[in-house]
């Protein structure tokens, strides 16, 4: 496959299955297992949720249950900065065939801020490493930890190559 195609597709995986994350430079937060999609997403309206060693768990968990294709479509909504904004994209992209084999996975959060981390995950498809070692951001809105919408928006821009007159409107003003 060439690559051109690979990250296309990985791209659209990231989209559609757990969301836009996980591709870009500035991702958000993580989620959990297989467990992540029976379980709502954590939350927490405690300073301690917000920084610390409860922070990165929570993140981690959040950003791997985003990118969960178990994990229902609203609970992706959730787990997404600003999500209902872009909740026809997540729900049109959800049926893609390689959406329901990719996978994110967490290998640091340092948080920043009360309201802000830096997330490093790769994202897998079939269990296999597709982008390694990426950057992300997460962040803390309404009491949860969740991907951010640039980094949703970053990989929306490496699935259509580049070609930011097919982005969303709220990517071309996100930060």
Do not use: H
């Not at 690979?6 to 659209?12: E, G, H, R």
């Not at 299955?17 to 297989?34: E, K, Q, R, T």
């Not at 329901?100 to 801020?113: G, I, L, P, Y």
């Amino acid at each position: 496959m060439k690559v051109g195609r690979s990250l296309s597709q990985i791209a659209l995986a990231c989209a559609l299955g757990a969301g836009l994350a996980a591709c870009s430079s500035s991702g958000s937060p993580a989620a959990s297992s297989s467990t992540a999609s029976s379980s709502p997403p954590a939350s927490s309206a405690s300073a301690s949720a917000a920084t610390g060693g409860a922070a990165v768990q929570k993140i981690t968990a959040n950003w791997t249950a985003f990118f969960d294709a178990k994990t229902p479509t609203a609970t992706r909504i959730s787990l997404l900065q600003n999500g209902p904004t872009f909740a026809s994209i997540i729900k049109a992209q959800a049926g893609s065939g390689l959406a329901a084999t990719a996978t994110a996975k967490v290998t640091k959060v340092v948080v920043t801020s009360p309201t802000q981390a830096k997330v490093t995950y790769s994202i897998l498809v079939g269990g296999q490493p597709a982008l390694a070692g990426q950057s992300g951001v997460a962040v803390y809105e309404g009491g949860i930890w969740k991907v951010g919408v640039a980094s949703f928006c970053g990989l929306l821009n490496l699935e259509f190559a580049g070609n930011t007159s097919s982005l969303p409107a709220a990517c071309k003003t996100a930060g």
